[in-house]
């Protein structure tokens, strides 16, 4: 089953590309994702005893399943997959956000389609005779179009938004639009700012002022105003067209890899695979981002995470050097590296790993890459990327130099410390609702690192568990910062208030999933944050400064959180918020799973320790 698990998301990705411009291509993804999600969530059944011995001179049987080809032995790589109880947990995370975020994605798409659809097609007035504005209505001296009132012709004579394939003026299936283009031609329209409020999320062309555009009341739902956040409202015309089946691939290009970084036996392919999850979240942010901030996220996401991996890199192949070997389980089983050099290998994959984590102060890639990223984009940076991080540090890092982890310690928890105090006052002061939720992940995994550095299996488990349950909420927070941003076009706190008057759905899950992320009892969000206090304090001496500085982290928590629902939930009803509409059932179908999972693990986190105790460290 290892196999499937990594093979599913993977052709799943290659048939949606091939079949991109077709109206299922959407659904052939959220069939990919969710066969993805049954197979992993199937592979706990016949697993291993946990027990190793040794077998022609090879390590096995301490796997719940494992697998291995040669692939390239010369060079220590084979297709070397395992699984136990700390992988599975994060394998089955990654499976059910990359569901989540493709159902989104084919969701908006429907959406979209059935707006263009129910609404009358926009008119565009050009000004004057023009052949490159062919395939909207009043063009004068274009054969074959339509007289004003009659819907707008594509390229092949098609009705302009009379399906999801069409490729035709995307920049018309607006919502009761009329746009005024001074002359502009069609090439012109590419330039169009998907931004304005007044305008239904449609600005004019430039030149043209934004009451250029008339008509059309902020769409709710996972449509993300007509355009659909995950679309990318990139202000192109093709990116207009709705939710992108090409961005549906790129989520299952993510899901596959981090599959198999989770899974990896092998520290080259390990290394790989953490490297191959890098370019399709570059071209999420990059072609699907906000189009003010997109490039210049994308650029520093690749380039802090190239940074990394080439230090990275460079500890993993001093490790096999040293051990002759490239066998994850086999390394942790014997040791990991000799004492002289674990300092050294720890410190290599350590830095590395904190980039991705991220950890103080290598952390300031990410509140501009989650700002800039598409809702679908934040919740996978969030819930699978960060964890691609935590669980290297951990396992990797921890598993092949003990040593090196034991000395590096109180430097390791310092940090975290620091970063816990850090982003929270940070956070006290953001007015910005998304920048907000992404800098107190750096908070957040600061507890994971400071539960990690104490080396106790207090900490141990308080990091895995803490691992586990930031990537159920702030993925929520996510989705419903971008339908918030998507029903009222601004993300400032100071522009929101009275949610809980107009939309009280939506108000009352923005004000559950903020309770679980600042740590309150029976959520997901207490138990990781309550132990590593705990495990901080149990070392005595020093650690109680850091058991200190991490309490006070988690009041700051508190404090932001509260302050956040204070400006969005409650006071009048500002008028960006006036006439929002509250919860669509799509949404509700979305987003359920993430509830149910943060009352589950808040309420019976027993069996997910039990998980835990199963796995090899």
């Known amino acids: 089953m290892l196999v499937p698990a990594v093979a599913v998301p993977f052709f799943g990705a290659v048939l949606v590309w091939a079949w ?54 010369s060079i220590y790589l084979d297709f070397s997959l395992a699984v136990d109880g700390i992988s599975w947990p994060l394998a089955t995370l990654t499976a059910l956000l990359g569901l989540l975020c493709c159902l989104h994605n084919a969701l908006g798409a429907e959406r979209h389609t059935s707006a263009a659809l129910q609404v009358p097609l926009a ?25 004003p009132g009659e819907p707008a012709l594509g390229e092949d004579g098609g009705a302009i938004g009379a399906g999801a394939e069409g490729r035709s003026s995307a920049a018309l299936q607006v919502p009761l639009a009329t746009v005024a283009t001074g002359g502009q031609t069609r090439r012109s329209l590419r330039a169009v700012n998907v931004q304005s409020p007044a305008a239904g999320g449609v600005t004019g062309v430039p030149g043209e002022p934004a009451s250029g555009v008339s008509g059309g009341a902020p769409l709710s739902g996972t449509a993300e105003a007509a355009l659909g956040e995950s679309g990318g409202a990139t202000g192109t015309a093709d990116a207009a067209a709705g939710p992108s089946a090409t961005l549906t691939a790129l989520l299952l290009a993510v899901q596959f890899a981090s599959t198999l970084v989770f899974f990896a036996d092998n520290l080259v392919l390990f290394f790989i695979a953490f490297e191959s999850v890098l370019l399709p979240m570059w071209a999420i942010i990059h072609r699907y981002g906000d189009p003010a901030a997109r490039r210049h996220a994308a650029a520093k996401f690749a380039l802090f995470t190239v940074a990394g991996s080439l230090l990275m890199a460079t500890g993993l192949f001093v490790a096999i050097a040293d051990t002759g070997t490239a066998d994850l389980g086999a390394l942790i089983v014997l040791g990991g590296v000799s004492p002289e050099i674990s300092l050294l290998v720890f410190a290599l994959l350590a830095i590395g790993f904190a980039v991705k984590a991220p950890l103080w102060p290598l952390h300031s890639w990410l509140p501009d890459a989650h700002t800039a990223a598409p809702t679908v984009g934040s919740v996978l940076l969030a819930g699978v990327l960060l964890k691609l991080g935590t669980y290297g540090l951990i396992r990797i890092a921890g598993g092949i130099a003990p040593q090196g982890a034991a000395d590096a310690a109180p430097v390791l928890a310092v940090l975290a410390a620091i970063g816990i105090i850090v982003a929270g006052l940070v956070c006290l002061s953001l007015p910005e609702l998304k920048r907000l939720i992404a800098y107190s992940s750096v908070g957040h995994m600061g507890f994971v690192v400071l539960a990690f550095a104490t080396g106790t299996e207090a900490g141990v488990n308080a990091a895995l568990f803490g691992n586990l349950a930031h990537g159920l909420i702030t993925p929520l927070l996510f989705f419903l910062a971008g339908a918030l941003k998507a029903r009222t076009h601004t993300g400032l706190l100071g522009s929101l208030g009275g949610l809980r008057l107009a939309a009280p759905t939506l108000a009352g ?13 029976g959520l997901a969000g207490f ?4 132990f590593t206090v705990y495990a901080a304090t149990e070392r005595g001496g020093a650690w109680l400064a850091l058991a200190a500085a991490a309490a006070f982290g988690a009041f700051l928590a508190a404090a932001y959180l509260l302050r956040m629902l204070r400006r969005v939930s409650h006071g009048p009803v500002a008028p960006a918020v006036a006439g ?13 799973p993430l509830v149910a999972g943060t009352l589950l693990l808040g309420l019976i986190p027993g069996p997910l320790l039990d998980l835990f105790g199963e796995g090899l460290l």
């Open 20 to 73: 991109r411009d077709r109206a299922f291509a959407h659904w052939i993804g959220v069939a990919a994702a969710a066969l993805g999600l049954v197979v992993v969530a199937l592979l706990p059944l016949g697993r291993g005893d946990g027990n190793w011995s040794t077998m022609g001179g090879s390590m096995t049987g301490g796997w719940w399943h494992e697998v291995e080809f040669a692939w390239a032995p």
């Open 123 to 147: 008119t565009v007035a050009t000004g004057g005779p023009s052949r490159d504005a062919g395939g909207v209505t009043g063009v004068p001296g274009e054969s074959g179009l339509g007289e």
């Open 509 to 521: 899950l923005l004000c559950f999933a903020a309770f679980a992320s600042l740590g309150l009892p």
């Open 527 to 530: 138990w990781g944050e309550a």
């Open 580 to 592: 929002v509409g509250d919860v669509t059932a799509a949404e509700l179908i979305v987003w359920s």
